[in-house]
Protein backbone atom coordinates (compact mmCIF):
# COMPACT_ATOMS: atom_id res chain seq x y z
CA UNK A 1 0.00 0.00 0.00
CA UNK A 2 0.83 3.61 -0.61
CA UNK A 3 0.88 4.51 2.83
CA UNK A 4 3.02 1.70 4.19
CA UNK A 5 5.30 2.51 1.75
CA UNK A 6 5.66 6.03 2.80
CA UNK A 7 5.72 5.06 6.47
CA UNK A 8 8.64 2.99 5.69
CA UNK A 9 10.33 5.54 4.03
CA UNK A 10 10.03 8.42 6.98
CA UNK A 11 10.73 5.90 9.16
CA UNK A 12 14.09 5.04 8.15
CA UNK A 13 14.71 9.09 7.52
CA UNK A 14 13.70 9.44 10.99
CA UNK A 15 16.53 7.16 12.05
CA UNK A 16 19.24 9.29 10.37
CA UNK A 17 18.21 12.62 12.11
CA UNK A 18 18.39 13.99 15.63
CA UNK A 19 16.15 16.96 15.08
CA UNK A 20 12.43 16.63 13.12
CA UNK A 21 11.86 19.25 10.71
CA UNK A 22 8.52 21.50 10.15
CA UNK A 23 9.34 23.30 7.03
CA UNK A 24 10.56 21.78 4.26
CA UNK A 25 12.37 23.77 0.70
CA UNK A 26 12.07 22.26 -2.73
CA UNK A 27 14.87 23.60 -4.53
CA UNK A 28 13.99 24.81 -8.72
CA UNK A 29 16.94 24.16 -10.89
CA UNK A 30 20.40 25.84 -10.57
CA UNK A 31 19.17 26.78 -6.93
CA UNK A 32 21.19 24.18 -4.94
CA UNK A 33 23.25 27.32 -3.52
CA UNK A 34 20.51 27.52 -0.96
CA UNK A 35 21.86 25.09 1.44
CA UNK A 36 25.10 26.80 2.25
CA UNK A 37 22.22 28.92 4.97
CA UNK A 38 22.58 25.42 6.51
CA UNK A 39 24.05 24.86 9.73
CA UNK A 40 24.31 21.45 11.53
CA UNK A 41 23.81 19.60 7.89
CA UNK A 42 22.87 16.07 7.69
CA UNK A 43 22.90 14.97 3.90
CA UNK A 44 20.62 11.96 3.14
CA UNK A 45 20.94 10.97 -0.97
CA UNK A 46 17.74 9.79 -2.09
CA UNK A 47 19.28 6.48 -3.53
CA UNK A 48 19.65 5.61 0.22
CA UNK A 49 15.80 5.70 1.31
CA UNK A 50 13.63 3.08 0.77
CA UNK A 51 11.10 3.01 -2.12
CA UNK A 52 12.57 6.80 -2.93
CA UNK A 53 12.50 7.22 -7.28
CA UNK A 54 15.76 9.06 -7.88
CA UNK A 55 15.46 12.35 -9.84
CA UNK A 56 17.86 12.40 -13.38
CA UNK A 57 17.88 16.05 -14.41
CA UNK A 58 20.51 18.56 -14.39
CA UNK A 59 20.74 20.88 -12.29
CA UNK A 60 18.86 18.69 -9.06
CA UNK A 61 21.71 16.76 -6.76
CA UNK A 62 19.30 14.24 -5.23
CA UNK A 63 19.14 14.61 -1.82
CA UNK A 64 17.69 15.97 1.47
CA UNK A 65 19.83 18.05 3.49
CA UNK A 66 18.49 18.84 6.97
CA UNK A 67 19.84 21.58 9.51
CA UNK A 68 18.40 24.64 11.02
CA UNK A 69 18.51 28.59 10.00
CA UNK A 70 17.94 31.03 13.25
CA UNK A 71 16.94 27.88 15.62
CA UNK A 72 13.91 26.67 12.74
CA UNK A 73 14.70 23.01 12.15
CA UNK A 74 14.30 22.46 8.39
CA UNK A 75 15.00 20.39 5.61
CA UNK A 76 15.93 21.17 2.16
CA UNK A 77 14.84 18.74 -0.79
CA UNK A 78 17.61 19.37 -3.39
CA UNK A 79 16.30 17.23 -6.65
CA UNK A 80 12.73 16.99 -7.28
CA UNK A 81 10.96 14.89 -9.38
CA UNK A 82 9.20 15.94 -12.94
CA UNK A 83 6.09 13.94 -15.10
CA UNK A 84 8.40 14.28 -17.93
CA UNK A 85 10.68 11.72 -16.83
CA UNK A 86 8.48 9.10 -16.51
CA UNK A 87 7.53 9.26 -12.90
CA UNK A 88 4.10 8.46 -12.14
CA UNK A 89 2.03 11.44 -10.43
CA UNK A 90 2.20 9.91 -7.01
CA UNK A 91 5.96 9.27 -7.64
CA UNK A 92 6.61 12.69 -8.21
CA UNK A 93 4.96 14.04 -5.34
CA UNK A 94 6.05 11.20 -3.07
CA UNK A 95 8.50 13.23 -1.04
CA UNK A 96 5.78 15.22 0.39
CA UNK A 97 3.91 12.81 1.56
CA UNK A 98 7.06 11.33 3.61
CA UNK A 99 7.55 15.17 4.69
CA UNK A 100 3.67 15.25 5.81
CA UNK A 101 4.48 11.93 8.20
CA UNK A 102 7.88 13.43 9.77
CA UNK A 103 5.52 16.81 10.60
CA UNK A 104 6.73 19.55 8.08
CA UNK A 105 3.75 22.11 8.54
CA UNK A 106 5.47 24.39 6.06
CA UNK A 107 6.04 23.71 2.34
CA UNK A 108 8.13 26.34 0.24
CA UNK A 109 8.56 25.73 -3.63
CA UNK A 110 10.65 27.40 -5.81
CA UNK A 111 11.77 26.75 -9.28
CA UNK A 112 12.97 28.46 -12.68
CA UNK A 113 10.36 28.67 -15.06
CA UNK A 114 9.55 30.82 -18.16
CA UNK A 115 7.85 34.39 -18.23
CA UNK A 116 4.48 35.13 -19.92
CA UNK A 117 3.87 38.53 -18.35
CA UNK A 118 5.50 40.89 -20.70
CA UNK A 119 6.15 43.27 -17.65
CA UNK A 120 8.58 40.91 -16.39
CA UNK A 121 12.34 40.32 -17.08
CA UNK A 122 14.82 37.10 -16.51
CA UNK A 123 15.80 37.23 -13.26
CA UNK A 124 12.99 38.03 -11.63
CA UNK A 125 11.71 36.55 -8.60
CA UNK A 126 8.00 36.11 -8.39
CA UNK A 127 5.85 34.85 -5.25
CA UNK A 128 3.09 32.17 -6.69
CA UNK A 129 -0.21 33.63 -5.97
CA UNK A 130 -2.58 30.82 -7.82
CA UNK A 131 -1.94 27.96 -10.57
CA UNK A 132 -3.23 26.14 -13.38
CA UNK A 133 -3.25 22.89 -14.10
CA UNK A 134 -5.11 22.05 -17.34
CA UNK A 135 -3.36 19.07 -18.77
CA UNK A 136 -5.76 16.67 -16.84
CA UNK A 137 -3.06 14.90 -14.19
CA UNK A 138 -3.53 15.19 -10.60
CA UNK A 139 -1.41 13.66 -8.39
CA UNK A 140 -4.43 12.76 -6.44
CA UNK A 141 -5.97 10.55 -8.72
CA UNK A 142 -6.86 7.40 -7.60
CA UNK A 143 -7.91 5.68 -3.85
CA UNK A 144 -7.84 8.04 -1.53
CA UNK A 145 -6.70 7.49 2.16
CA UNK A 146 -8.29 9.40 4.51
CA UNK A 147 -4.91 9.36 7.20
CA UNK A 148 -3.62 11.69 4.37
CA UNK A 149 -6.51 13.81 3.29
CA UNK A 150 -10.02 14.07 2.17
CA UNK A 151 -11.37 13.32 -0.75
CA UNK A 152 -12.37 16.02 -2.31
CA UNK A 153 -9.98 18.73 -0.87
CA UNK A 154 -10.80 22.44 -1.30
CA UNK A 155 -8.40 24.46 -3.08
CA UNK A 156 -9.20 27.83 -2.46
CA UNK A 157 -6.34 28.95 -0.72
CA UNK A 158 -3.51 26.28 -2.31
CA UNK A 159 -0.55 28.87 -1.17
CA UNK A 160 -1.48 30.71 1.85
CA UNK A 161 -2.09 34.18 2.09
CA UNK A 162 -0.63 34.27 5.17
CA UNK A 163 2.61 33.09 3.84
CA UNK A 164 2.76 35.20 1.14
CA UNK A 165 2.46 37.86 3.52
CA UNK A 166 5.52 37.12 5.28
CA UNK A 167 7.75 36.73 2.34
CA UNK A 168 6.16 40.24 1.08
CA UNK A 169 7.72 41.60 4.24
CA UNK A 170 10.99 39.40 4.03
CA UNK A 171 11.69 41.05 0.62
CA UNK A 172 10.59 44.71 1.39
CA UNK A 173 12.72 44.53 4.42
CA UNK A 174 15.50 43.26 2.62
CA UNK A 175 14.33 45.83 -0.50
CA UNK A 176 13.92 43.07 -3.10
CA UNK A 177 11.38 43.76 -5.81
CA UNK A 178 9.31 40.76 -6.26
CA UNK A 179 6.41 40.39 -8.44
CA UNK A 180 3.83 39.18 -8.36
CA UNK A 181 1.51 36.19 -10.46
CA UNK A 182 -0.27 32.82 -11.33
CA UNK A 183 1.73 29.67 -12.38
CA UNK A 184 0.78 27.45 -15.28
CA UNK A 185 2.07 23.88 -15.53
CA UNK A 186 3.33 22.11 -18.58
CA UNK A 187 4.17 18.92 -19.00
CA UNK A 188 7.57 19.48 -20.39
CA UNK A 189 10.06 17.95 -21.37
CA UNK A 190 10.09 20.14 -24.60
CA UNK A 191 9.60 24.24 -23.83
CA UNK A 192 5.79 25.46 -24.82
CA UNK A 193 4.92 26.60 -28.45
CA UNK A 194 3.90 30.32 -29.13
CA UNK A 195 0.24 29.26 -29.88
CA UNK A 196 0.72 27.11 -26.20
CA UNK A 197 1.86 30.29 -24.65
CA UNK A 198 -0.79 32.64 -26.22
CA UNK A 199 -3.48 30.22 -24.84
CA UNK A 200 -2.12 30.11 -21.38
CA UNK A 201 -1.60 33.46 -21.27
CA UNK A 202 -5.10 34.03 -21.87
CA UNK A 203 -5.85 32.17 -19.06
CA UNK A 204 -4.61 34.36 -16.84
CA UNK A 205 -0.83 32.63 -16.60
CA UNK A 206 2.11 34.87 -15.62
CA UNK A 207 4.40 31.98 -15.30
CA UNK A 208 4.88 28.62 -16.75
CA UNK A 209 6.84 25.61 -15.82
CA UNK A 210 6.98 21.83 -15.59
CA UNK A 211 7.03 21.62 -11.79
CA UNK A 212 5.50 22.75 -8.30
CA UNK A 213 1.87 22.30 -9.06
CA UNK A 214 1.98 18.37 -8.19
CA UNK A 215 3.84 19.12 -5.12
CA UNK A 216 1.56 22.28 -3.50
CA UNK A 217 -1.59 20.27 -4.76
CA UNK A 218 -0.44 17.57 -2.72
CA UNK A 219 0.58 19.72 0.10
CA UNK A 220 -2.42 21.73 0.37
CA UNK A 221 -4.96 18.22 0.52
CA UNK A 222 -2.67 16.92 3.60
CA UNK A 223 -3.03 20.43 5.52
CA UNK A 224 0.98 21.38 4.93
CA UNK A 225 0.76 25.40 4.31
CA UNK A 226 2.22 26.18 0.96
CA UNK A 227 4.23 29.12 -0.13
CA UNK A 228 5.76 29.35 -3.93
CA UNK A 229 8.49 31.19 -5.08
CA UNK A 230 8.97 31.23 -8.79
CA UNK A 231 12.42 32.90 -10.43
CA UNK A 232 11.73 33.99 -13.96
CA UNK A 233 14.55 32.62 -16.30
CA UNK A 234 13.84 33.57 -19.27
CA UNK A 235 11.06 34.54 -21.70
CA UNK A 236 7.92 32.25 -23.14
CA UNK A 237 7.96 31.14 -26.40
CA UNK A 238 7.05 33.91 -29.06
CA UNK A 239 7.98 36.56 -26.23
CA UNK A 240 11.59 35.72 -26.02
CA UNK A 241 13.67 36.52 -28.97
CA UNK A 242 15.66 33.84 -28.88
CA UNK A 243 15.65 30.17 -28.84
CA UNK A 244 15.35 28.29 -25.57
CA UNK A 245 18.29 26.77 -23.09
CA UNK A 246 18.24 24.38 -20.32
CA UNK A 247 22.16 25.64 -20.20
CA UNK A 248 20.72 29.71 -20.32
CA UNK A 249 17.90 28.85 -17.17
CA UNK A 250 21.00 27.56 -15.22
CA UNK A 251 22.62 29.86 -16.02
CA UNK A 252 19.80 32.40 -14.84
CA UNK A 253 19.35 30.46 -12.19
CA UNK A 254 22.38 30.53 -10.42
CA UNK A 255 22.74 34.49 -10.72
CA UNK A 256 19.04 35.21 -9.35
CA UNK A 257 20.49 32.18 -6.33
CA UNK A 258 22.16 34.85 -4.67
CA UNK A 259 18.79 37.27 -4.40
CA UNK A 260 15.95 34.62 -3.74
CA UNK A 261 18.87 33.37 -1.05
CA UNK A 262 18.40 36.43 1.10
CA UNK A 263 14.74 36.48 0.07
CA UNK A 264 13.91 32.94 2.21
CA UNK A 265 16.74 33.13 4.71
CA UNK A 266 14.99 36.57 6.03
CA UNK A 267 11.50 34.14 5.58
CA UNK A 268 12.95 31.43 7.49
CA UNK A 269 14.16 33.30 10.15
CA UNK A 270 10.83 34.93 10.86
CA UNK A 271 9.14 31.77 11.87
CA UNK A 272 9.39 30.03 15.89
CA UNK A 273 8.59 26.55 16.50
CA UNK A 274 4.98 28.20 17.33
CA UNK A 275 4.38 29.12 13.83
CA UNK A 276 6.38 27.08 11.53
Not at 77 to 85: C, I, N, V
Not at 243 to 265: G, P
Request: aromatic share 10%; net charge negative; with cysteine.
Amino acid sequence: MFYDKVSESALYIKEKIDRIPELCVILGSGLGSLVDLLEDKVVLPYSEIPNFPVSTVEGHAGEFIFGHIGGVDLVFMSGRFHYYEGFTMKEVTFPVYVMKLLGVKTLVVTNACGGLNTSFTPGDLMIITDHINIWGENPLIGSNDERFGPRFPDMTEVYSKELIARADAAAEKLGIACQKGVYALFSGPCYETAAEIRAYAALGADAIGMSTVPEATAANYMGIKVMGVACITNMATGIAKTKHSHAEVLRIANESSAKLCRLLEEFIRGFNKENV
